[in-house]
């Protein structure tokens, strides 16, 4: 060749798509394409195809393979007279090298591409059984699927057939190898197709009639005996037949393997037999299944076999089908089932899982399905097994906007498109986009992307992807709006009726009041109503996805209506990914939050992100509390308006606290995994005391200006006990104190300590006004001498009383001692009269251990409400709060002199310093710790829920679900929480009795 004529072609090449035009140039100079390397038609024709170098190279090797001496000939005049078999052979070489190798190793199957009749555009089972027809043994079968294979892929990339015509046609060529594989199985072992009656249900996308190029056959197996058979021999011969099958088609030969036939769908999957009876199938759908086989059940289609046991089949487990969406947390079991898909996708794998990561094929399948058995149940031509022509009916129904059915449909196509010509390539079954260069951009132009194929693929790939990651908006909860606002003139929209349904499958327990909701908020052209139409798709699927999505969105109602005119508000629900979803789990969490926010619907601002990972929800520290509560307290004009503006800062922080403990307790879509419960707890906690000091700071300051000015007579300082001296107060948890004042310079005794009494009864007074606030009580109860001592005495008199009286409960209470309010020096020689107390020199007697254990036995007989299950009580019960705090405190008692750290307030430190110390084992320490979390949880959980403190689960079953959502538990694992409660709380209390008790502790 000249080197003007080759620069020539080089660029010809180059033109037409070639990346290796050198290679091109020496392939087109071989003796077999000589005759026709000028040929312009054929040049065109390999441009065309996804890969041209790759097709040049199939067709060398093709026609190098050709048996008879002129027959690589005639398939060059064919080849360059008939562009139909051009167009069609160069384009199956230039996708598919594992068909390019099936022709070098069978050169005449070319052939097989030459017909071009109408009858060939569509071709059907009875079509494929002709192909299939005179395949006598495994090998040969191989080597007649592949030959049809061949032209269903030539149909395909010539685009002579869509994405979904080409998935019709490998189903009906999977169901013609079924066919022809139990008639082998029947001929190798007639004595067993002479027992039995067979018939093979296609599930999955064979028997959905969307089958990949590549993939597993799903099936199942029905048997009944031949008539004079015993029915044991019968499923034995039926079981022999279908095992047959099955090694016919997955066994690997000289000619590779079909597909592997996967009958795991069955009932009770790989443990179950693989052949049953009818009965027995219907027998096990009826007691056993689980939602999810049902929904398999969509699919099921008879493919080979006894027609007329199929028919039975599908006539018999049909209407179950169409039951499942009745059966209890049906929704929450098919959404688990498609998170546990995702969650089970390597990282690595996530961003290229075109079938199952987000965002994916089965995105959409499950999507449409759950619609189905939603809505199936009342209307029949939604039971197609297809998922686009499910689509199609869901939209003509009006249970799916047409133009969100249609974006859907081209995703759908795309993404089908996609995996089919990633599994053309090798016949390989993979659902990952690759990631080298060359096969991005012959996929690209395998799809008609040709301009710049690896970006133009990537682009539409994440387009297509964006559409279907929201299809749970778009298909399940728009169409809501479209019932009740009346969107879209002309559009189908969802029948009320229908409406309701589908609220009622999602856990609406009043779906007309929901649709009455809806209809509030969304209806009329104002902008407030078009932006709720664009949240509340979303916020309805996080309503749903709680135990109550009925007061999820009625109080969204409410601080909608409350908010309705401010401008941020909707504002920052739209533009603040955090903001809504946020909202939405706090609206449906139980009462006390939402009752907190209907009282301060501003404090929604605190649900956006903020300055980054959700700054608003951040409790804010004591400080920062008593700085602003102060203030307020100082712009007041009397006492009772400077309480008023401590409880307004209270019910906001309250919120903040409560808020952050939902969000982080239930998760979001971007954080999923549950915090960390023992760092919630101590969280809340410690918001919840620091608050409770601040409002009691703010309160003594309003009391004092307002009846004494800025100059108290006496000293005044408030010493926090119990768990709130601990740091560890729960939403509705009292707060225990003590008063202790000390005159001041010049100031009669008696004086100072009327002025004391005065200011703690006013405090009380205060604190005591009715008020839509949850109560801020304060108990004196453990004040020397209890109800019957004195409310304030000074701190000469608290010296006095402990050197002589006290006794050892006192000391023990007296662990959890800690100024909070009023004067500081004060409360520190507080600190300093009672440390010798509450960490005794000489640890503890053995008569105060004794009256130790008996005060807590009795406090178990004598102070647990009559009725309650002890096993469930947070605080009395066996292995509860108490067991734990008992066991901290007596090791403190016994051991806080020699060991710093034991000298705190709160209980986990203490266990803590108590394992560092080698008091307590690490596994001992993680029992009680871990019961403690535990209970603590469930008392917040209660106050959460009910809106008022409780010590034991609620009994009402909605309330239960909700204390286990926040717990970690799904929908209708109720019972798997009290079990787990049951185990960590009898470990703690085995753990419990052996330290307690033991004298050498």
Same mark, same amino acid.
């Given at each position: 060749m000249t080197p003007g004529r080759r620069s020539s072609t080089f660029t010809r090449l180059l033109r037409h798509g070639f990346t290796d035009?050198?290679?091109?140039?020496?392939?087109?100079? =071989?003796?077999?394409?000589?005759?026709?390397?000028?040929?312009?038609?054929l040049l065109e024709a390999l441009g065309a195809t996804a890969d041209p170098d790759l097709a040049l190279h199939g067709l060398v090797r093709l026609l190098e393979a050709q048996p008879a001496p002129n027959s690589h000939r005639e398939l060059l005049d064919t080849l360059i007279a008939a562009k139909p078999l051009r167009d069609r052979l160069l384009g199956v070489l230039g996708a598919s090298a594992a068909l390019a190798d099936h022709l070098a190793r069978h050169p005449t199957d070319w052939q097989a591409l030459v017909t071009y009749e109408p009858h060939d555009l569509h071709p059907g089972v009875a079509e494929f059984e002709r192909g299939l027809d005179g395949a006598t043994g495994p090998v040969a079968?191989?080597?007649?699927?592949?030959?049809?294979?061949?032209?269903?892929?030539?149909?395909?990339?010539?685009?002579?057939?869509?994405?979904?015509?080409?998935?019709?046609?490998?189903?009906?060529?999977?169901?013609? =190898?079924?066919?022809?594989?139990?008639?082998?199985?029947?001929?190798?072992?007639?004595?067993?197709? $002479?027992?039995?009656?067979?018939?093979?249900?296609?599930?999955g996308k064979c028997g959905g009639h969307e089958l990949n190029y590549v993939s597993d056959v799903d099936v199942i197996f029905v048997a009944? $005996?031949?008539?004079?058979?015993?029915?044991?021999?019968?499923?034995?011969?039926? =079981?022999?037949?279908?095992?047959?099958?099955?090694?016919?088609?997955?066994?690997?030969?000289?000619?590779?393997?079909?597909?592997?036939?996967?009958?795991?769908?069955?009932?009770?999957?790989r443990n179950g037999p693989l052949v049953r009876t009818l009965s027995s199938h219907v027998a096990y759908y009826q007691r056993w299944a689980k939602t999810w086989e049902f929904q398999a059940l969509l699919k099921a289609c008879p493919v080979a076999g006894d027609e007329d046991l199929g028919r039975a089949y599908l006539d018999a487990l049909h209407p179950l089908v169409w039951q499942a969406a009745d059966r209890d947390n049906f929704v929450a079991d098919v959404q688990k089932m498609r998170r546990r898909v995702v969650d089970n996708i390597p990282p690595t794998e996530v961003d290229r899982e075109l079938k199952l990561g987000p965002g994916g094929l089965r995105d959409v399948e499950f999507a449409v399905q759950l619609l189905q058995l939603v809505h199936g149940r009342t209307d029949p031509t939604l039971r197609?097994?297809?998922?686009?022509?499910?689509?199609?009916?869901?939209?003509?129904?009006?249970?799916?906007?047409?133009?969100?059915?249609?974006?859907?449909?081209?995703?759908?196509?795309?993404?089908?498109?996609?995996?089919?010509?990633?599994?053309l390539y090798r016949l390989r079954r993979t659902h990952l986009v690759p990631t080298a260069e060359e096969d991005l951009r012959r996929l690209g132009r395998s799809l008609g992307l040709r301009a710049?194929?690896?970006?133009?693929?990537?682009?539409?790939?994440?387009?297509?992807?964006?559409?279907?990651?929201?299809?749970?908006?778009?298909?399940?909860?728009?169409?809501?709006?479209d019932a009740v606002a009346q969107l879209a003139p002309g559009e189908a929209r969802l029948r009320p009726e229908a409406a309701r349904e589908r609220l009622v499958a999602l856990g609406?327990?009043?779906?007309?009041?929901?649709?009455?909701?809806?209809?509030?908020?969304?209806?009329?052209?104002?902008?407030?109503?078009?932006?709720?139409?664009?949240?509340?798709?979303?916020?309805?699927?996080w309503f749903a996805d709680s135990a109550d999505p009925d007061a999820g969105l009625l109080n969204f109602r409410k601080v909608s209506d409350a908010l309705g005119k401010t401008p941020w508000y909707l504002r920052l629900l739209r533009d603040e990914g955090a903001a809504a979803?946020?909202?939405?789990?706090?609206?449906?969490?139980?009462?006390?939050?939402?009752?907190?926010?209907m009282r301060a619907p501003e404090a929604v601002a605190l649900l956006g992100d903020g300055d980054g990972a959700s700054a608003g929800l951040t409790p804010r520290g004591r400080a920062a509390l008593e700085q602003e509560i102060l203030a307020a307290v100082g712009r007041a004009e009397n006492g009772e308006q400077g309480v008023t503006a401590a409880r307004g800062v209270r019910r906001r922080e309250l919120f903040r606290t409560a808020a952050t403990d939902i969000v982080a307790s239930y998760g979001t879509e971007a954080t999923p995994v549950q915090a960390d419960q023992g760092a919630l707890v101590d969280l809340v906690g410690g918001a919840v005391s620091d608050l409770t000091a601040a409002t009691l700071a703010g309160t003594l300051r309003a009391v004092v200006r307002a009846g004494w000015g800025d100059t108290l007579p006496t000293r005044f300082a408030i010493i926090g006990m119990g768990r709130f001296g601990g740091h560890e107060l729960g939403y509705g948890s009292d707060a225990d104190v003590l008063f202790v004042h000390e005159p001041q310079d010049g100031v009669d005794e008696q004086e100072a300590t009327a002025a004391a009494n005065k200011v703690v009864a006013e405090m009380r007074r205060l604190l005591q006004l009715p008020s839509a606030d949850p109560p801020l009580l304060i108990d004196a109860g453990l004040r020397p001498e209890g109800k019957s001592g004195p409310l304030v005495r000074t701190l000469k008199s608290y010296a006095a009383y402990?050197?002589?009286?006290?006794?050892?409960?006192?000391?023990?209470?007296?662990?959890?001692?800690?100024?909070?309010?009023?004067?500081?020096?004060?409360?520190?020689?507080?600190?300093?009269?009672?440390?010798?107390?509450?960490?005794?020199?000489?640890?503890?007697?053995?008569?105060?251990?004794?009256?130790?254990?008996?005060?807590?036995?009795?406090?178990?007989?004598?102070?647990?409400?009559?009725?309650?299950?002890?096993?469930?009580? =947070?605080?009395?019960?066996?292995?509860?709060?108490?067991?734990?705090?008992?066991?901290?405190?007596?090791?403190?008692?016994?051991?806080?002199?020699?060991?710093?750290?034991?000298?705190?307030?709160?209980?986990?430190?203490?266990?803590?310093?108590a394992r560092e110390a080698g008091l307590l084992g690490e596994e001992e320490t993680a029992t009680l710790d871990e019961a403690w979390v535990l209970a603590t949880r469930v008392r917040n959980a209660v106050m959460l829920v009910r809106g008022r403190a409780g010590d034991t689960f609620p009994t009402q079953p909605r309330e239960l679900a909700a204390v286990g959502r926040y717990l970690g538990y799904g929908e209708g694992h109720a019972g798997d929480m009290l079990d787990a409660y049951g185990r960590t709380t009898r470990k703690a209390r085995t753990v419990m009795e052996e330290l307690f008790y033991d004298d050498d502790a």
């Open positions: 035009a050198t290679a091109a140039e020496r392939l087109l100079d =071989t003796t077999e394409l000589a005759p026709v390397r000028d040929d312009p038609f079968l191989r080597v007649a699927y592949r030959r049809c294979l061949l032209s269903i892929a030539a149909r395909d990339v010539c685009g002579t057939t869509d994405v979904a015509e080409t998935a019709a046609e490998l189903a009906d060529l999977a169901t013609a =190898t079924l066919r022809a594989a139990l008639a082998m199985a029947q001929a190798a072992a007639p004595e067993d197709a $002479a027992a039995c009656r067979l018939s093979v249900i296609g599930m009944e $005996a031949a008539e004079g058979t015993d029915e044991t021999k019968a499923l034995r011969a039926a =079981t022999n037949l279908a095992s047959h099958l099955m090694r016919i088609c997955s066994e690997t030969t000289v000619e590779g393997s079909i597909w592997p036939v996967d009958a795991n769908l069955r009932p009770e999957g197609s097994g297809t998922t686009l022509h499910a689509l199609k009916a869901l939209a003509a129904g009006g249970y799916v906007g047409r133009e969100d059915a249609a974006r859907l449909d081209e995703a759908y196509r795309f993404l089908r498109a996609m995996e089919h010509r990633i599994q710049n194929p690896v970006s133009e693929l990537n682009r539409e790939w994440k387009r297509h992807a964006g559409v279907v990651r929201r299809l749970h908006e778009k298909l399940f909860y728009r169409p809501l709006l609406y327990a009043d779906p007309a009041a929901a649709l009455r909701h809806l209809e509030a908020l969304a209806s009329g052209v104002t902008r407030k109503a078009a932006i709720q139409r664009t949240l509340l798709p979303v916020l309805l699927g979803e946020n909202l939405a789990r706090v609206l449906s969490a139980g009462r006390l939050a939402p009752d907190l926010l402990y050197r002589r009286w006290s006794l050892v409960w006192e000391s023990q209470a007296l662990l959890r001692a800690e100024p909070f309010a009023g004067d500081a020096d004060l409360g520190r020689r507080f600190v300093e009269l009672i440390d010798p107390l509450r960490y005794p020199a000489r640890g503890l007697t053995e008569d105060s251990v004794r009256e130790i254990r008996r005060l807590k036995a009795r406090m178990e007989s004598e102070r647990l409400p009559r009725g309650a299950d002890p096993r469930l009580h =947070t605080k009395l019960g066996p292995g509860g709060l108490s067991d734990v705090e008992w066991t901290v405190q007596l090791l403190q008692l016994r051991h806080a002199h020699e060991i710093p750290g034991l000298r705190t307030t709160r209980t986990r430190a203490a266990l803590a310093a």
